[in-house]
């Protein structure tokens, strides 16, 4: 029987009392992020940002708990902006939104950073004391490789291949400083956006496959903004390491993500985009296991060890409490499929 998990791959909104401190201490203008010295008044701040994300989760009933990512200024980027071998060049937009990341220039050979799984370290903390989480297991977040690269300037490295398998290299050496965790999620939008030129995907699987090697965890590649090419969706599914593949499916050809995998099969299991990450409608329980149901239909010979339920993009766009409610709806809407 197909496990049902209700989880998110983190990189949720500031909480509004956190926003004006926040802005006060590092300044109010774009150029004013992080660099990795903050002040002890800054990072008891996020400290207090991170134990409200951890209790939302619990709050809502989530199987899987994250980190949330508050400190990520430059959304997935965040990794390397904060690197010693990175430079940080102009404002970027990211994506197709009005949100911007610092163009995270790479001029050095890329070694251990350790940032993200301090950050971690805390929240596993965090969770091990929290009231109600015994149910709840740590996951981890970090961007994939592809992306980071694709998102990335490279002026050290000088080949494609060869900064994507740094990069992934890079992500690999964070993983295996990693607390205990049951999941890493990967964030890989670019695998839509921007996807790898025709005979290069096995590049792109290859650097996806360096870091899912880091952990004994299960590791879900989570894909957004629409629907994997074919030939890229096959190469992931057979050469990418993953447990799980992440599929938007609330973009608008979601019918093509659904024939990849009647044509081309799965991993073992699959984290379906299923709540809208970027609308502040937020959708009943019911229908978010009528979503899974009618996913599940369309494929009937296939059996996923475990579905994970999720949006289909990160939830920082919405407001505070829009993202709390999207946490309410997954979680409950595990409990309608049961």
Do not use: C
């Not at 940032?115 to 004391?129: G, P, W």
């Not at 670019?190 to 360096?210: C, F, H, K, R, Y």
């Not at 993953?242 to 093509?256: E, H, N």
Request: hydrophobic residues 40%; negative net charge; glycine residues 8%.
């Amino acid at each position: 029987m197909t496990e049902r998990v209700a989880a998110t791959p983190g990189l949720y909104p500031l909480p509004d009392w956190a926003k004006e401190t926040l802005s006060d201490l590092k300044g109010h203008q774009k150029g004013d992020l992080l660099s990795g010295d903050e002040s002890e008044a800054i990072v008891g701040e996020y400290a207090e940002v991170r134990a409200e994300y951890v209790d939302d989760q619990l709050d809502a009933g989530l199987d899987l708990v994250t980190e949330g990512q508050g400190r990520w200024d430059d959304m997935i980027a965040h990794p390397l902006t904060l690197h010693d071998a990175v430079e940080t060049g102009g404002i970027v937009r990211y994506y197709d939104n009005n949100n911007f990341y610092r163009d995270p220039r790479v001029v050095d050979d890329l070694g251990f950073s350790g940032d993200v799984a301090r950050e971690l370290e805390r929240a596993s903390d965090l969770l091990a004391d929290a009231d109600g989480a015994a149910d709840a297991s740590l996951a981890a977040t970090l961007p994939g490789p592809y992306s980071l690269a694709r998102l990335a300037t490279d002026e050290q490295y000088g080949d494609e291949a060869e900064f994507q398998a740094a990069i992934a290299e890079f992500l690999a050496g964070e993983v295996e400083a990693f607390p205990a965790h049951e999941t890493l999620f990967l964030v890989e939008p670019s695998l839509v956006t921007n996807p790898p030129a025709e005979g290069e995907e096995s590049t792109a699987t290859d650097a996806i496959a360096t870091v899912a090697d880091a952990t004994d965890a299960d590791v879900v590649v989570q894909t957004s903004y629409g629907a994997l090419g074919e030939k890229l969706y096959a190469h992931l599914v057979d050469e990418a390491g993953a447990d799980a593949l992440g599929l938007d499916l609330v973009a608008g050809d979601r019918d093509d993500t659904v024939y990849n995998v009647q044509e081309f099969g799965a991993t073992d299991s699959l984290a379906l985009g299923i709540v809208d990450g970027q609308n502040t409608l937020v959708e009943e329980p019911e229908t978010v296991a009528e979503r899974v149901e009618w996913f599940e239909s369309q494929i009937p010979n296939e059996a996923f060890d475990r579905t994970y339920l999720t949006p289909n993009t990160e939830l920082f766009y919405l407001p505070t409490n829009k993202y709390r409610a999207k946490l309410n709806a997954l979680a409950a809407a595990t409990e309608v499929l049961d």
